[in-house]
């Protein structure tokens, strides 16, 4: 999985609690990227960083908060968990590097499936 | 809205024949191109990237792209059983750098 770790692989929370999950990159790489994916929607992008305290929202933020403090870690925080975030999170990282026509290229960690009761 | 449309499937080929796996994309901004493989269970991997038209091979893998028509195929030649998986096509963004958008996958089926 291209030195990409997530942490936890499996969790069961109730709704309201809140949640973080961490991914872990040792690549180095500038980019890192929350995606959930359900079934019938494919790939959604929740959030991502292009560098250390840089990040952006993708197309299903609500909900959802990002921080990145090193290069290698890039957490995700569900405030207060609804059964609607029920679903299995990837993160992804990609090199920036422009110049290069592989910049582009995203690699996906393990994932993380969450279930809120 | 911009979006990455793949036939859901399930396509079913036998082995040894040759698998053709279909996307359309809808920003014509877009510049680089994805396959991603997944099995159930899995996270995607990537298989294939293509940045300019025409064909690009990779093994049994092949990657067709045309820009002026906004379609991406991936042929996979000699269907092994192992290839069962669901393909994802990903374009990138072509307003935002080094975002990407998915298609939501074609469940490829090969009997032996």
């Known amino acids: 999985d291209a030195g990409i770790t997530q942490s936890p692989r499996h969790k069961v929370t109730e709704t309201g609690t809140p949640v973080t999950l961490r991914c872990h990159q040792t690549?180095?790489?500038?980019?890192m990227y929350w995606y959930r994916q359900d079934p019938g929607h494919g790939l959604r992008l929740i959030h991502y960083?292009?560098?250390?305290?840089?990040?952006d929202k993708g197309e299903v933020s609500d909900g959802y908060s990002v921080s990145r403090s090193k290069t290698e870690d890039f957490l995700l925080t569900l405030e207060s968990a609804t059964s609607s975030q029920t679903s299995v999170y990837f993160c992804?990282?990609?090199?920036?590097?422009?110049?290069?026509?592989?910049?582009?290229?995203?690699?996906f960690g393990p994932g993380t499936r969450l279930t809120v009761l | 809205q911009k979006e990455v449309e793949q036939n859901s499937g399930p396509l079913s080929v036998p082995e040894g024949a040759i698998a053709s796996l279909n996307c359309t994309y809808s920003d014509r901004g877009s510049q680089s191109f994805f396959w991603y493989r997944q099995y159930s269970g899995k996270s995607p991997e990537l298989i294939m990237s293509?940045?300019?038209?025409g064909d690009k091979e990779d093994g049994r893998f092949t990657a067709q792209l045309n820009k002026a028509s906004q379609y991406v195929s991936l042929l996979i030649r000699d269907s092994q059983p192992s290839d069962s998986a669901t393909y994802l096509c990903?374009?990138?963004?072509?307003?935002?750098?080094?975002?990407?958008?998915f298609g939501t996958g074609t469940l490829l089926a090969v009997q032996p």
């Open positions: 960083s292009y560098g250390v305290k840089d990040t």
């Open positions: 990903a374009v990138t963004d072509g307003g935002a750098t080094n975002k990407l958008i």
């Open positions: 992804a990282i990609s090199p920036g590097t422009s110049g290069r026509p592989s910049y582009n290229e995203q690699f």
């Open positions: 293509i940045y300019s038209n």
């Open positions: 690549e180095n790489h500038r980019y």
